[in-house]
T-cell receptor, first 112, second 116 residues
Framework: DQQVKQNSPSLSVQEGRISILNCDYTNSMFDYFLWYKKYPAEGPTFLISISSIKDKNEDGRFTVFLNKSAKHLSLHIVPSQPGDSAVYFCAASEGGANNLFFGTGTRLTVIP | DGGITQSPKYLFRKEGQNVTLSCEQNLNHDAMYWYRQDPGQGLRLIYYSQIVNDFQKGDIAEGYSVSREKKESFPLTVTSAQKNPTAFYLC???????????????FGEGSWLTVV
């Protein structure tokens, strides 16, 4: 049973606009969340993370928002650039455990 | 350059054969992991190792085996008992076994295994 879900398999956004990628989870014990970016035939690279004690974390053009009551997190990319085109995975961890639970990914396409 | 090296990048296996995927890291990380990705699915954990000579089963360990004789190396053997081995395999490592701020999991570039 998928504990981390990304319900949008793909998203297209115009260059310069905001990209919003969503992620939902079912396990209320998850307390650390991460976003990874993946290009074809490469391993995922870490993008940004957030602890459950926060509701927002920002790093340059990337901001992650966490809504614990809704068990929902989102990644905002502003402004979007063509180089951001990739598959984005959200992942969650419980109590700092080794086992990261990944979503199925959202393919973002930024149109020049 | 520091990083995680997986080899081979592409591998074909006949049914009934065992194959071993190599994973080497020079990041001096204690923890190492193997994940599997299937089309339309998230990454799933096969095995992980928190320290040399120790490893634990992940969610989908059946049909796989690992060893951790050296800190830098965590090879994965896909045995003939694995019913659906065709997938993209990712090796990863982290400084310690705790997934916390400042201790992110870093991934290799992956290995494609195809059973023919």
């Amino acid at each position: 049973d998928q504990q981390v879900k990304q319900n949008s398999p793909s998203l297209s956004v115009q260059e310069g606009r905001i990209s919003i990628l969503n992620c939902d989870y079912t396990n209320s014990m998850f307390d650390y969340f991460l976003w990874y970016k993946k290009y074809p035939a490469e391993g995922p690279t870490f993008l940004i993370s957030i602890s459950s004690i926060k509701d927002k974390n920002e790093d340059g053009r990337f901001t992650v928002f966490l809504n614990k009551s809704a068990k929902h997190l989102s990644l905002h990319i502003v402004p979007s650039q063509p180089g951001d085109s990739a598959v984005y995975f959200c992942a969650a961890s419980e109590g700092g455990a080794n086992n990261l639970f990944f979503g199925t990914g959202t393919r973002l396409t930024v149109i020049p | 350059d520091g990083g995680i090296t997986q080899s081979p990048k592409y591998l074909f296996r006949k049914e009934g054969q065992n194959v071993t995927l190599s994973c080497e890291q020079n990041l001096n990380h204690d923890a190492m992991y193997w994940y599997r990705q299937d089309p339309g699915q998230g990454l799933r954990l096969i095995y992980y190792s928190q320290i040399v000579n120790d490893f634990q089963k992940g969610d989908i360990a059946e049909g796989y085996s690992v060893s951790r004789e050296k800190k830098e190396s965590f090879p994965l053997t896909v045995t003939s008992a694995q019913k659906n081995p065709t997938a993209f395999y990712l090796c990863a490592s982290s400084r310690t076994s705790q997934v916390l701020s400042g201790n992110t999991i870093y991934f290799g570039e992956g290995s494609w295994l195809t059973v023919v």
